[in-house]
């Protein structure tokens, strides 16, 4: 369970899923309600099934959840994301990203059972950084500020295995799609957009985060 000095932790956008959702039961008759929940909608979902036995829940339906962030998540914060539209200058969305606090969600996590610590996932000409180095990489990034936040409300919720969530899952994830699984600067530094290498998933959701749920869910 999900202690209570975290409980604050994306309360607005959780409170949010959960009024639409106990709208959804009451205006059909308080009848137990599934929710498909698509991306990052699918990782607030399970913080609001694990914050509080809610009775109306009856099955999760997470679609391409990042369970355990994603290799872009890390590229989001220093050069920006168009999430591959040509037309739009990634390093315009800069600053949105960084604004954005679920942005800290989508970080990769050290979890033995995502990305680990040994696979670099941001590579320079001097240094390395896994997703057990993101601290480091956040302020080597200038963006030092979020280590704190980072450290004390995203490491403990998606740092180690997730909690289950109460309720049966069923897990849909796509495969066989080329996904940056590692980002590459020629240089010292991160001017400029880097190369990207890529592994297996969905276009944007790594493979190993894909199935970072844990073993309470029934894979599809």
Known sequence: MVTPSLATT????????????????????GRPVTIVAHSLDGSLTHQLLVRQPLAWRQRFVPIAAPWGGIVLG???????????????????????GRSQQTSMWMLPSPSPAVFG?????????????????VTEYLADIGFGETVGPYVSRVLPLFGEDLPPP????????????????RIVYPEDGFDG???MAAGDG????????AFGGGDQVEEL
């Open 202 to 209: 969905d276009g944007v959701v790594n493979l190993a985060s």
């Open 193 to 195: 957009m880097p190369a």
């Open 117 to 133: 610590t040994a696979q670099p996932l941001v590579i320079t000409r001097s240094k390395n950084y896994s997703a057990g180095d």
């Open 74 to 96: 890390m590229l989001t914060l220093v050069s920006g994301n168009n999430y591959g539209l040509p037309f739009i200058d990634a390093r315009a969305l800069l600053a949105a």
């Open 166 to 181: 109460g309720v049966p899952v069923t897990n849909i994830v796509g495969v066989g799609v080329g996904t940056t699984e």
């Open 10 to 29: 994306g309360s607005y956008l959780v409170a949010a899923v959960r009024r639409v959702v106990e709208r959804a039961s009451r205006l059909n008759g």
